[in-house]
């Protein structure tokens, strides 16, 4: 099994958005969207002002109308989606996702390819191999419900965990700094 780094960054999830990141990101779409509120809300009161709200009015519950009748879809929330995923948060988000969704197809490639359970071993030199929650790892691969097992979020961290601990001792292997054990 070759773990190169880019396997590394993967299941350590290099890229992934920080804490602080999040909240920066939090309040600067909480800016956004009050600003946003506050454009139409002011809006409203011109439109109020020049004596055409009405018409404004009928013209978007037209509008909003058509484009019900004609996707099935409601325009506001159209609207929201397509502004939420434009905002930081959201950005944050689909990266953070892309992330994510890389670590879980890589672990899953490598489950395929190997027995996670015969790196068991492995924990005579690195013991972390064999903590309890990778037992619960080694548990879903026999099962075969190790792909749904890593659509939470705390699995796929545990499975990431170790491979990343296996990976490990596979560069320690790789330098000659042990003797490989015996599977």
Known sequence: MSFTSELL??????????????????GASLVIWAL???LLVELSFRFEAAGIADQVGL??????????SLSGRFLLAD??????????????????????????????RLARQHSLASF????????AVARADAFEVFKQQEAGTLQSWLDDSQNLNTAAYLVFQIALVEQALAAGDYPRPEF
């Open 36 to 38: 946003s509120v506050f």
């Open 9 to 26: 960054k993967t299941v350590s999830f290099q890229g992934l958005s920080s804490t602080p990141a999040r909240l920066i990101a939090a």
């Open 120 to 127: 068991l071993p492995y924990s005579n030199i690195n013991p």
């Open 59 to 68: 013209v978007s519950a037209s509008i909003i109308l058509v484009h019900y």
């Open 79 to 108: 609207i929201a989606t397509w502004m939420a995923l434009r905002t930081p948060v959201g950005v944050l988000y689909r990266n953070d996702r892309k992330i994510l969704d890389r670590a879980r197809e890589v672990i899953l």
